[in-house]
């Protein structure tokens, strides 16, 4: 920890200013203060800091049971106490370098949503192993550090249409729900509705999350700080208890394994290296297209989605001087890699932060000091059961689904984009797929209504792009490939 993150760490126990902070992140020019952005970091780290427990409990692996990262030699419990520590690291390097380079109050960590595509679709359902898989995220990160050097980033997105930059934090939403009520055991599969829902008043782990979520969503309506993270300990807590004193078979899954709490992350720092090692060429140049397409247009969207949320957006929905937040991701994601997770991305709950009063990248570095601060309880989130930590993902989606208001939905190509990228979303299982039909479908309704001068040149390329990708992950070509 630097000289000046100890002395923000310092300020925020004893509450005194720091001489020097006003002038760094000229604080007088955005009307705020020390004070101000101190709180305003506090509010967001609490908002956010449930990712120390589910970004493990998403991207651990199950021998069997679920697909991730699985290490021999370590149980679950220790792999997810690796990926803790993994996260804390990757959000304090990436949120810091947002805080110094960009001087945005935007926090940093790995992303929901690309990290459950790490996991359920590259690692299971392609077969990659995950040392592959975080090989891929490293070469996409610095191929993303080169685009963004050149502006290629900015210009990609500015070329994104209205109603898709408006329609995507809402599909991302609805997409990390309903990975949370599957793993509450509140949503199942059906062999005739696809999805149906779970016998929940016989089954303690449905039981306990349907507890739990509500809880949750009272402390988050009375503005309790740090409500999700509170909502997950005090779940964990009353299924450890009610288990404890006998209510419930200790085989009812209230109760995670022994919490065999470890910081040596050496099994997944440089990890990729072997990755990088054992590949072959066109597969794996595949599987880097896939996560380039899902990250830059699942990062892009979380941007505007923070921009959208904190106000900073220009009148064609833009966020203003994007390319050094977008640099700031480029090389977290870059280091998260290396280190051992998933791709790094900009957290819609930075928007909390922003309501406090935030408006510098001090925010960003309060929220970076608080999350090396957090590695003193590491070991607690090896004990966190899978469902306890997917009730953030509930809330969080839900939360997500107010910026649909911003779409004009009396617009029938607005609507449609829209409607294409929220939908698809959660019924394909997968951010990029709901994001193409966006894409796709917006050159197409426009011309059909005859409004050509809303269609650019560049729309009609990400378009085609789009096909491409729809049909390099749906023809077999990528699964043949590995």
Not at 355 to 363: D, V
């Amino acid at each position: 920890m630097c000289v000046l993150e100890m002395a923000i760490l310092k300020s925020i126990i004893t509450g005194m200013p720091i001489m020097g902070l006003t002038e760094y992140f000229d604080l007088d020019a955005h009307n705020t203060t020390v004070r101000t952005e101190v709180l305003a970091g506090i509010t967001t780290f609490l908002t956010m800091s449930y990712i120390v427990v589910v970004n493990p409990s998403i991207l651990a692996g199950i021998p069997d049971a679920k697909p991730g990262i699985i290490i021999d030699g370590y149980s679950p419990a220790q792999v997810r106490s690796m990926l803790a520590v993994v996260t804390i690291l990757a959000a304090a390097v990436a949120t810091t370098i947002m805080a110094f380079y960009a001087n945005r109050p935007f926090a940093q960590a790995p992303g929901l949503g690309l990290n459950a595509f790490f996991a359920f679709t590259v690692v299971g359902a392609l077969g990659i192993p995950w040392q592959t898989a975080l090989a891929a995220v490293v070469v996409e990160g610095i191929i993303f550090i080169a685009l963004t050097a050149v502006g290629a980033r900015e210009y990609i997105i500015k070329l994104f249409p209205k109603p898709v930059k408006f329609a995507v934090g809402t599909g991302i939403g609805l997409f990390l729900t309903i990975i949370g009520l599957q793993a509450m055991g509140i949503v199942v599969d059906d062999g005739a509705t696809l999805v149906t829902m779970g016998q929940v008043a016989s089954n303690p782990v449905a039981i306990l999350s349907v507890f739990g979520l509500f809880l949750t969503f009272a402390l988050y309506a009375r503005g309790v700080k740090g409500s999700i993270i509170l909502g997950i300990a005090l779940t964990t807590v009353i299924g450890w208890a009610v288990t404890q004193f006998g209510l419930v078979s200790p085989d009812a899954g209230l109760v995670a394994g022994g919490p065999g709490a470890t910081y040596d992350i050496s099994p997944l720092a440089g990890a990729f290296l072997s990755g990088l090692g054992n590949i072959e060429g066109f597969a794996f140049a595949l599987v880097v297209f896939t996560f380039f397409f899902v990250d830059f247009f699942d990062t892009a969207g979380t941007l505007v989605g923070v921009g959208q949320a904190g106000n900073f957006l220009d009148e064609d929905g833009n966020l203003p001087d994007v390319d050094k937040p977008l640099m700031a991701d480029a090389v977290g994601t870059t280091v998260g890699g290396m280190l051992g997770t998933s791709t790094v991305t900009t957290y819609i709950e930075s928007a909390t932060g922003v309501e406090e009063g935030g408006r510098t990248g001090l925010t960003a570095l309060v929220v970076a000091v608080l999350f090396l601060a957090s590695l003193a309880l590491v070991p607690l989130a090896a004990a966190i059961p899978l469902y306890a930590s997917h009730i953030a993902l509930v809330v969080i989606g839900v939360v997500m689904l107010s910026n649909v208001v911003d779409i004009d939905w009396n617009d029938i190509t607005h609507t449609v984009p829209a409607g294409m990228t929220i939908l698809v979303m959660p019924f394909t299982y997968s951010i990029a797929y709901g994001i193409a039909a966006g894409i796709i479908s917006y050159p197409l309704v426009k011309i059909a209504a005859g409004e050509f001068d809303d269609v650019r040149p560049g729309h009609l390329v990400l378009a085609g792009a789009f096909v491409v990708y729809f049909f390099v992950r749906t023809s077999g070509v990528l699964s043949s490939a590995v």
